[in-house]
């Protein structure tokens, strides 16, 4: 039985591509769950334009897209996801952070796409889209085996938490969220609880963060509070800042090690097998 995550992009804000950015990696936020032989995308950043190379070169027909809010860089890879231009294949597409006010998921996409943004619009994409919002909050079985739960977060224009329950083991995306020092978040800490692995929102060092505030991020130090609160076995520090270089991330990373033997920070192109 599989049960696994791989990055194929964890920076936040925007993709960096310079040479000090090889060891950690530059594109933005997207995962791929693999659950035996299926297959989940989590976010649209970036990364997903080599994740659909791989769908390609796998046959992948047929998948899920998650997404935890709809800012650019958890969306700007999408328009170049090229399985969603094959006739021959099925993408649905979820969101919880969306209202009959703001919008929905299939206007957000459709609106990045138009012109003068973007040359090719979203009716350029041939495969079969299903486009569901559902309410951050929410729960429900994603497809035969694994259960997904969610919680808002706290994020400009909303944000939504996964918890993604399969065979016994639990991993949990948190990304885009920002704590008030001193006040753990009640419904993190309830979504997280006794889970396998936490990929959380460590965009800031604690230092940073004050002069950020507002910004919707957070710091790997509170990342560990949170899981050794709610008794999670592994943190995975995730939506590096983009100003943190290798040897910076280097230097974090030791740094949270020390702090507690739990964490690690996540690279473009790691898989984490669920333990």
């Keep these: 039985m599989t049960f696994a995550v791989k990055f194929w992009g964890t920076r936040g804000s925007i993709a960096c591509s310079s040479p000090e950015y090889i060891k950690y990696g530059g594109n933005t936020s997207c995962l791929e769950v693999i659950a035996d032989d299926r297959h989940i995308v989590l976010d649209a ?4 334009r ?3 190379k791989k769908f390609l070169a796998h046959d992948i027909r047929s998948t899920h897209l998650l997404l935890t809010h709809t800012h650019w860089d958890h969306i700007n ?7 969603a231009y094959d006739p021959n294949r099925s993408i649905h597409i979820m969101a919880g952070h969306l209202n009959a006010e703001t919008g929905g998921i299939k206007d957000a996409l459709s609106q ?3 012109g003068p943004m973007f040359p090719v619009p979203l009716e350029a994409m041939r495969a079969n889209l299903r486009f569901e919002d559902f309410e951050a909050g929410d729960e429900f079985n994603l497809i035969a085996g694994i259960k997904v739960k969610t919680a808002p977060l706290k994020h400009p224009n909303r944000a939504t938490g996964y ?6 083991k639990a991993f949990c995306y948190i990304t885009d969220t920002e704590h008030v020092p001193g006040d753990p ?10 889970a396998d692995m936490v990929i959380y929102d460590c965009t800031y060092t604690e230092e940073e963060l004050s002069s950020r505030i507002g910004w919707g991020h957070s710091t790997w130090n509170e990342g560990v509070r949170l899981c050794q609160a709610a008794k999670v076995k592994r943190l995975a520090i995730f939506h590096h800042e983009p100003d943190h270089d290798d040897a910076f991330m280097e230097r974090l990373e ?4 020390k702090t507690w033997s739990g964490t690690f920070v996540t690279r ?8």
Aim: hydrophobic share 40%; net charge negative; no cysteine.
């Design 268 to 275: 473009d192109g790691m898989q984490v097998e669920m333990e």
């Design 254 to 257: 030791a740094e949270a090690k």
């Design 185 to 194: 978040d009640q419904r993190i800490l309830g979504l997280i609880e006794g």
């Design 77 to 83: 890879g999408f328009p170049f996801f090229v399985p």
């Design 163 to 168: 918890r993604f329950e399969y065979n016994g």
């Design 50 to 52: 080599e994740l659909g």
């Design 45 to 48: 950043g970036t990364g997903i």
């Design 112 to 114: 990045q796409m138009d």
